[in-house]
């Protein structure tokens, strides 16, 4: 029998077969620690799979100026950059739930009762898209949201917010660069009147109004 490195190593079929099925598991476990389910709770009530695709879509092709993306507040749309895996964007989860640190070091730990905690010096006055979504219906929840955009932000900065429609007049006070969009997310869950508006025209999400 040869020494030779030029040796092949042949498998039995059964061998073979056991090794693909331990990577198939392995790749199976990896992709599970992502699957992290909504938490009511939480107030986390999951987009509709198509609103999420669409959102993440827009972020990618309308992030310009740098390539820093922040996802406040709304992990589902994270997931699919993040699953996306566009080498173009570096995307950050800013977000109160925990269990999204299977992310690492794109995980930023958020709470918006104290909306200037945490925040990673790279990121101040760097980020080029931001993506929110204020995880309550109140103007607390606005404005205290909106003071941390103004770290995040530069004057750049492309804003994408949404919410339930009843923010409008919150939004117009505290965020009064919006616009709202033809766009209408859509929760399989829930049935308020949801929208979202951005502060610059946006030829995915279209422009319902001006004001």
């Known amino acids: 029998m040869s020494d030779s490195s030029d040796d092949e ?3 039995s079929k059964e061998s073979l077969s056991a090794l693909q099925d331990f990577y198939k598991s392995r790749e199976v476990e990896q992709q599970d620690k992502f699957e992290i389910g909504e938490d009511w ?11 999420s695709k669409f959102v993440a879509n827009v972020i990618e092709q309308e992030t310009i100026g740098g390539n820093i993306v922040v996802c406040l ?14 080498l173009l964007l570096n995307s950050n ?15 930023h730990f958020y709470d918006y009762n104290h909306p200037e905690d945490g925040i990673p010096d790279q ?11 204020p995880p309550f ?11 941390t955009i103004a770290l995040l932000r530069k004057p750049t900065t492309r804003l994408l917010l949404l919410t339930g429609r009843i ?12 616009m709202i969009c033809k766009f209408e997310p859509k929760h399989p869950r829930l049935q308020n009147d949801f929208f979202c508006c951005s502060n ?12």
């Not at 709770?41 to 609103?51: A, H, P, V």
């Not at 923010?167 to 919006?178: A, G, L, V, Y």
């Not at 610059?200 to 004001?211: D, P």
Request: net charge negative.
């Open 9 to 11: 190593i042949t498998l």
């Open 41 to 51: 709770q939480l107030s986390q009530f999951w987009y509709e799979e198509e609103t």
């Open 73 to 86: 507040s709304t992990p589902s749309i994270y997931k699919v950059l993040h699953k996306n895996n566009n």
């Open 93 to 107: 989860l800013f977000e109160f739930d925990k269990r999204f640190d299977v992310y690492g070091e794109k995980f």
């Open 123 to 133: 990121l101040k006055g760097n980020v080029d898209y931001i993506c929110l979504d």
């Open 137 to 147: 219906l109140s103007e607390e929840c606005i404005e205290k949201v909106a003071k």
């Open 167 to 178: 923010q409008w007049d919150n939004i117009q006070k505290h965020i009064p660069e919006m």
């Open 200 to 211: 610059y025209e946006s030829k995915l999400l279209g422009l319902e109004s001006k004001k």
